[in-house]
C-alpha cells in the first residue's frame, strides 16, 4: 500500500460523500486507502461509508473514535494506516482525477517530505477554478490538504491530543516534523477545492471558531513560545498594539453591530466584521495566555 487518505470527520455525511465521490474518480494513482475517522457523529456517516465500502470501487476502512477531538481521531487514522504515506483532507473537499498522483510524485526525493498543495475556498460544489499565484500558502503542515510518511508522524510523535479545540494541532505537529528534518514541498498539481457554503460559515459560526483559536494558540505558545510560533499566532507586542487601536475592546460592540446592519454597505459591514474577529481573538488569547498552565509538557 502505498498511500492512507485519512479524513477525520463528524456530522458531515452530506460532504463527506463528495470527497469520497472524488476519492473513486482517481487517475493513475499508486495503490491507496481511504480511512474515515468518525469522530462522534450522529447523522449517517457510519451507513456511507459501509455502503462505499460494499461497493468496493475504492478500498475504504471505517474508525470510531466518539470523542470530539481533532487530533486524537487522526492519531486513529494513523494508527489504521497501512500506506507508506498518509495523506491528509479535509471532509469539505473535493480533489481532482490527478490528486492522489500529485502527492505521491512529491515523494520521489531520498528525503522525508511534508507535501501540501493549493486549497482553493470555493461556495459551492459546482465551482471549481484552476489554481492560481494567489493559492500559495507558505503553511509548513495544514492537515486540510498535505501528505508526509507515516514513518515520519510515528517518529514526531503524532498529534498532541491536548489540543482539543479547534485549530494550531497541525501547526503543532509541523514543527515537530522539522525538528526530525522533515522537509516541505508545495505541489502545485496537489491542488483541491475546499467546500465553504455560506449557510455552514455564518459569522457566529466563524466567531466560535475565532475563540477557540485563541484558546488553542495560548496552548501552542505555552509548550512552543519560539519565534516562528510568535509570528503565526499574531502573539508578539506590535501585533498587540496594533490591535488595541484598530479593535479596543470597547469598539468591538459597535464593529459587531456595524457588521449586523443591513443598510450598512457591504465594504463597511466586510471591514467590521473583520475588526469583531480581530479583537475576540487578540482579547481572548491575552486572557488565555494568562490562564494556561505554565507548561504543558
Not at 453591530?257 to 491575552?286: E, I, S, W
Request: glycine share 6%; net charge positive; proline share 5%.
Amino acid at each position: 500500500m502505498r498511500l492512507s487518505v485519512v479524513i477525520a470527520t463528524r456530522d458531515r455525511a452530506d460532504f463527506l460523500a463528495h470527497a469520497l465521490d472524488s476519492l473513486e474518480s482517481q487517475r493513475d494513482a499508486p495503490s491507496f486507502e481511504t480511512i474515515v475517522v468518525d469522530n462522534g457523529s450522529r447523522d449517517g456517516t457510519r451507513a456511507l461509508v459501509e455502503t462505499r465500502r460494499a461497493a468496493g470501487r475504492i478500498d475504504v476502512t471505517y474508525v470510531s473514535v466518539p470523542e470530539p477531538n481533532r487530533g486524537k481521531a487522526r492519531n486513529a487514522g494513523i494508527a489504521a494506516a497501512r500506506g507508506a504515506i498518509v495523506v491528509f483532507v479535509d471532509d469539505d473537499v473535493v480533489v481532482p482525477e490527478s490528486f492522489l498522483a500529485a502527492h505521491d510524485a512529491a515523494h520521489a526525493g531520498v528525503f522525508p517530505v511534508a507535501a501540501s498543495g493549493p486549497i482553493l475556498n470555493v461556495p459551492s460544489y459546482g465551482v471549481r477554478p484552476a489554481p492560481t499565484f494567489a493559492n500559495y500558502s507558505g503553511a509548513f503542515f495544514c492537515t486540510c490538504n498535505v501528505s508526509v510518511p507515516r514513518t515520519s508522524l510515528v517518529a514526531a510523535g503524532g498529534f498532541d491530543e491536548r489540543f482539543d479545540l479547534y485549530g494550531w494541532e497541525d501547526t503543532e505537529l509541523g514543527l515537530r516534523l522539522r525538528r526530525l528534518d522533515v522537509r516541505r514541498v508545495f505541489a502545485w498539481s496537489a491542488h483541491l477545492w475546499h467546500v465553504k457554503p455560506p449557510q455552514t460559515e455564518t459569522f457566529a459560526i466563524v466567531e466560535a471558531k475565532t475563540i477557540e483559536r485563541a484558546r488553542m494558540a495560548a496552548r501552542l505558545l505555552r509548550k512552543d513560545g519560539g519565534l516562528r510560533t510568535k509570528l503565526a499566532t499574531g502573539a508578539y507586542g506590535a501585533n498587540f498594539v496594533r490591535s488595541a487601536i484598530l479593535a479596543p475592546a470597547f469598539a468591538v460592540p459597535y464593529y459587531r453591530a456595524l457588521a449586523a446592519n443591513r443598510r450598512a454597505p457591504a465594504f463597511a459591514r466586510a471591514v467590521a466584521k473583520a475588526q469583531v474577529l480581530d479583537g475576540v481573538y487578540m482579547q481572548t488569547l491575552r486572557a488565555a495566555l494568562a490562564e494556561e498552565a505554565p507548561a504543558l509538557g
